[in-house]
């Protein structure tokens, strides 16, 4: 499938020199993990709204969950 967006230059900027750093280039996978995560995001604001309030995580829960489900920022050179 082919998407075209616009962005801000300096937003360009930030995906390329991912794109190059982490990629070889590939500014398609930037965009992928972008959408990965907010997806993950949506999911996780879903299955919170589902109870109702009762189950919001701590931060400090969210960050642990963030880690086991393979989801938490890993550090960049």
Known sequence: ???????PAEEAKILKRRAKR????NV???V????RY????E?????????GGRGRPTPEEMRRLDTEWGLSAKKSA
Do not use: N, T
């Open 38 to 41: 907010v997806a993950y995001e």
């Open 1 to 7: 499938m082919h998407l075209s967006i616009s962005l």
């Open 43 to 51: 999911g996780r604001d879903a299955l919170i709204a589902s109870f």
């Open 32 to 35: 992928s993990d972008a959408i």
């Open 28 to 30: 398609s996978r930037v």
């Open 22 to 25: 982490v990629y070889g280039g």
